[in-house]
DNA sequence: ACCATTGTCCCGCATTATGGGACAAATAGA
DNA sequence: TCTATTTGTCCCATAATGCGGGACAATGGT
């Protein structure tokens, strides 16, 4: 299933580096010109790319990757249905913005954004995905992982950045998910330059494992640590509510 | 490219029948078995899809489409960005909930939702799709395209139709996209049984065509029409800006 | 005006997908 | 409980198809 595996790589590079040239796409997945050509052309008569008209075609990602990964979230382990209730009444009960993700892989998907009364000024899309440790939530998932699977994450520096060169010491986020842990939420405050705070907890399977996050997110000249700490039962039992939730199905 | 197509709609069907089991899937596709098993193998091992544990595996998407598919909405043409602010001012002026869909073939997705300071009650998913006649922003779409297109649309029944089994006469429909035109809206009350009313502009691109939709929703009980008649003119306002800052654009 | 780069296409070779069929295990039915 | 049906999985000979080097013209940067 060769051609399979270099089409998924093509929709996913083209994903990432949209609008782009083919010469430019062959050089990035390292395959030849003659074969990411071919392979494009086929991906567009299946509807998944396009290109804009012109002699140096740019090559862009239809609408169609939108659709399926939707109907994905929807009908996928009921987690969006069994958390939207809860947060709606959490974001009633505190007037911040509420987010879902999901663990993916070494990653955190953003599932279901609710918006909260006040205003916040940006925006994340459904489907951003980020690093673990950018987000309270994320943090709330890897401060409840088994000592191994934490230990797993830590060894990279990959994860254990605040930002972009700023890299976390080992032992100051081991400390700081102990915390969590006991806690049962994480915060952060002024969140990697952008200008909100946000507090954050994990949400269980009903193995225990946690594999979401929900977190409360607002301006951070409005949220700061005491204004979290406050905040910090409601999103806990909303995110115990959740976990529930989720247990009592199938 | 054949197994690159098959591969696709595999994925596709998988989406929208997940979670399916093997054969049921290949008699859905109308693929031998063996050849739908070996897909299902295949796109498993390059990560997006998966099955649960047990003697009869059910096969999902994972979370990849997910993310793919929020990379394509970000890059895509700039409408987000350029929709966004403005969308924030229209919830914060109407209270209401702000929806930002993209023509798609004959459908309309559901690209961004802002939530309104009143409470709905019901949270229509990123990447949900439906027929251009179902929501107020597709009429006023419909309304706005060229009467060949516009023609081509009503000649099949499926696109007139007001539920499951209630079709709407061409004539009706006729006149009803005529005044939509002229006022610049379209309006719905109480939805397709949800109880949810909805108001609903054209958004056009740089050589006059719409190609995307903006709307205002409201629990049915509290926007009637005269209540949407009176966010009109907010509404079309902000599909005009949403419009322009398009056109300023590349 | 030059030249490196890009998009596109061709074609012989070899790799690879194909799908009928066989089998065991699991469910549905009686 | 026993039988009939369906399901998931795998094998394999055959035919089909993807592969990628290379050639070419069009393009755009300098």
New binding site residues.
């Given amino acids: 299933?060769?051609?399979?595996?270099?089409a998924l790589a093509v929709v996913d590079r083209v994903a990432e580096l949209q609008p782009?040239?083919?010469?430019?796409?062959?050089?990035h997945i390292a395959?030849?010109?003659?074969?990411?050509?071919?392979?494009?052309?086929?991906l567009e008569s299946y509807g998944w790319l396009e290109?804009d008209a012109?002699?140096?075609?740019?090559?862009s990602l239809t609408v169609k990757p939108i659709g399926i990964g939707g109907r994905a979230i929807e009908r996928k382990s009921g987690l969006r249905m069994a958390a939207l209730s809860v947060m709606d009444s959490l974001r009633h009960e505190t007037g911040e913005t509420v987010h879902l993700g999901l663990l993916h892989g070494d990653k955190m998907l953003l599932i279901e954004r609710i918006d909260g009364i006040k205003s916040v000024g940006i925006f994340l899309p459904v489907g951003t995905s980020w690093d673990l440790t950018w987000s309270s939530s994320g943090r709330a998932i890897l401060a409840n992982l088994s000592a191994d699977e934490q230990r797993e994450f830590l060894r990279t520096p990959r994860y254990r950045r605040r930002s972009e060169t700023d890299v976390i010491p080992v032992g100051e986020l081991m400390a700081e998910l102990a915390l969590v842990r006991e806690r049962g939420f994480a915060i952060s405050v002024g969140i990697a330059g952008a200008n909100s705070s946000s507090i954050g907890a994990a949400i269980f399977d009903r193995h225990g494992a946690p594999f979401a996050g929900l977190s409360l997110s607002g301006a951070v000249d409005r949220l700061r640590e005491p204004e979290l700490m406050a905040l910090a039962p409601l999103l806990v039992e909303a995110a115990r509510r959740i976990s529930m939730g989720m247990a009592l199905q199938v």
Same sequence: chains 1, 2.
Avoid: Y
């Avoid at 299933?1 to 270099?6: H, I, T």
């Avoid at 782009?20 to 050089?27: K, N, P, V």
């Avoid at 395959?31 to 086929?42: D, E, G, I």
């Fill in positions: 299933m060769r051609p399979v595996g270099l782009i040239g083919a010469s430019d796409l062959a050089r395959l030849p010109k003659a074969t990411v050509h071919r392979l494009l052309l086929a290109r012109g002699p140096r075609p740019r090559w």
